[in-house]
């Protein structure tokens, strides 16, 4: 096909204007140093000039005469950007841009048209293939760098971005790998201290009970010694009972769920008092209440919640007795409920220790316990979807509240 004579004319021109232009282009080059540029024309004068143009500017020229030996060289050098006419014999430019965006390894290279089309519908062609910019024949040399600079700038910053991006959903995919492998081991060790607290029951209550049976009968038959290693045995083997049962319910909040069901919590409070009549009434303490919501929980967890919060006010009072309150408010999306006491309080360095594990702030001497009741208390709450957290004053008293969600 024959090359209307406007284009080779704007051809010529084109060299003209780039040499003429080439005074007012900064001589340093951008920051897209030796970066490929892929020309491809079918004017064997444009090439040479483009090319040794943008050589000057640090860039490396690759050129190709036609649309089809552009899409060659383009997956074979994999340029940074490419520079394509419009009108070609064969291939023209669109097609061939629409080529090299239908191919995965040259589908991302911009594509700047050079076009002598003053027509606004051919720049939308242009567009519409997937050209991200043009310039318009003759070319201006200063114009071509800027543009050319501009989109290397700009392709460079989207590459980062998507490097970005595939880093994120690959630290994405690798943490939620790790969360599963946690969730796994943690529902695996929680089966296993489950298991074992259970098997240990059976023979430590045989332990207990027969040492208390030695106890009975041979107390005063043996030495002064004798007496007081048995007692110690038997005071060992009823702690060991406590620290088991704890630990059992511990793993029972995971193992032994049971399904959310509406649980009135003036009903399950009566419960706890109930369960906590001995202690209530041994410690002297007051307890007072306000109305407590309805909410969807797990009965017998939100039971022995309760009973933890109540019976660790009660444990830890200051004097002779002890006032204890239990009482509920909104909190936005979710209920607040909250037991007081005028105890004898934490220092705030240990808000947060005495929700772990096996932590506690006073040897067995002064007040019993296993260091388990905040922990359980813990993984019920968040089983519910709520916090829980303490206030508290040394030498005056300790609030403890947990929030759980209203649901629908
Ligand atoms: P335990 O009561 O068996 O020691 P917990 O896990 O229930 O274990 O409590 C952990 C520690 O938190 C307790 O040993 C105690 O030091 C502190 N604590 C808990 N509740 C109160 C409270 N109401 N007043 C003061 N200290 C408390």
Redesign the pocket.
Known sequence: MQKPLTCLRSGIDCVLRLFESHAMVSETPSESKAKTILIVDDMPANLGVLTSHLERQGYMAVVAQGGEEGIERARFVRPDLILLDVMMPGLDGFETCRQLKATPATRDIPVVFMTGLTDTSDKLTGFAVGGVDYVTKPLDGAEVLARIDTHLTLYGLRQRLEEQNEKMQAEIVARRETEAALLRSNTELEQLAYVASHDMQEPLRMVASYLQIVAQRYKGQLDADADEFIGYAVDGAKRMQALIN?LLAYSRVGTKARPFEPIDCNRVLDIALGNLTVAIAESGANVTRGPLPVLMGDPSQLLQLFQ??V???I??KRGASVTVRISAELAGDAWRLS?S?D????AEE?FDR??V?F????GRGE???????????KKIVERHGGEIS?Q?KVGV??T?SFTIPRRG
């Open positions: 704890d933890n919060l019976s660790n006010a444990k830890f037991v006491d105890g004898i309080g934490i240990y005495i929700f594990l932590q506690r702030l006073h007040y019993p316990g296993t260091g388990i009741g905040l922990a359980i208390c303490v508290s008293g300790s403890f």
